[in-house]
């Protein structure tokens, strides 16, 4: 075969991919519409704009239950490290707080998309700091039934919905110490 037909061929799979990608999507689209509303958190057009100057006075006026480690933003992505210094702290309550930080976020400014946050815990008298959760939520994909769902989510282990919906890993550590062993 000569080289004018491998580049025709390549033309021609590029143009049937861009043309197809996009019916794709609003198939997938169409079918979440066709059988139920979905409520997203839209960016509050009077919210705060967090920055180098507000930052860490915002995020540290929120009520938590846990301490925090560091905060951070770039790029519309705020990196927040929640520290669990009590062994005693209950899962509802690291919940509660995961979901203020995500309301705190998406509900509350205009500019945050993405929020990447930790929970630590910390060992003072060992000096030791050990990765409990991990999430990763993005505004445009939760809305506030997922949110209300995260704050009240209780003492039990999440439900796979919430884990995807917020891209929440568990390390053996979370599952051991705080998770009721009756449970899972």
């Given at each position: 075969?000569?080289?004018?037909?491998?580049?025709?061929?390549?033309?021609?799979?590029?143009?049937?991919?861009?043309?197809?990608?996009?019916?794709?999507?609003?198939?997938h689209?169409?079918?979440?519409?066709?059988?139920?509303?979905?409520?997203?958190l839209?960016?509050?057009?009077?919210?705060?704009?967090?920055?180098?100057?507000?930052?860490?006075?915002?995020?540290?006026?929120?009520?938590?239950?846990?301490?925090?480690?560091?905060?951070?933003?770039?790029d519309?992505?705020l990196?927040?490290?929640?520290?669990?210094?009590?062994?005693?702290?209950?899962?509802s309550?690291?919940?509660?707080?995961?979901?203020?930080?995500?309301?705190?976020?998406?509900?509350?400014?205009?500019?945050?998309d993405?929020?990447?946050?930790?929970?630590?815990?910390?060992?003072?008298?060992?000096?030791t700091?050990?990765?409990?959760?991990?999430?990763?939520?993005?505004?445009?994909?939760?809305?506030?039934?997922?949110?209300?769902?995260?704050?009240?989510?209780?003492?039990l282990?999440?439900?796979?919905?919430?884990?995807?919906?917020?891209?929440?890993?568990?390390?053996?550590?979370?599952?051991?110490?705080?998770?009721?062993?009756?449970?899972?």
């Open positions: 075969m000569n080289r004018t037909w491998w580049i025709g061929a390549a033309l021609l799979v590029t143009a049937v991919s861009a043309a197809l990608l996009p019916r794709m999507e609003s198939l689209s169409s079918m979440l519409g066709e059988h139920r509303t979905v409520e997203t839209s960016s509050a057009k009077d919210g705060i704009i967090l920055g180098d100057a507000n930052l860490v006075d915002s995020v540290g006026s929120l009520p938590f239950s846990m301490s925090i480690g560091s905060v951070g933003l770039e519309g992505v990196s927040l490290d929640l520290k669990i210094t009590d062994s005693r702290l209950q899962p309550e690291v919940y509660a707080d995961m979901a203020k930080a995500f309301l705190f976020a998406f509900r509350d400014t205009e500019n945050i993405q929020v990447m946050l930790r929970i630590i815990a910390e060992d003072k008298w060992l000096g700091a050990r990765l409990l959760l991990a999430a990763d939520a993005r505004r445009q994909e939760l809305s506030g039934e997922l949110l209300r769902e995260l704050q009240t989510a209780g003492n282990p999440l439900p796979g919905r919430l884990k995807a919906a917020f891209r929440i890993s568990e390390t053996s550590l979370w599952k051991n110490q705080f998770i009721p062993a009756s449970s899972g």
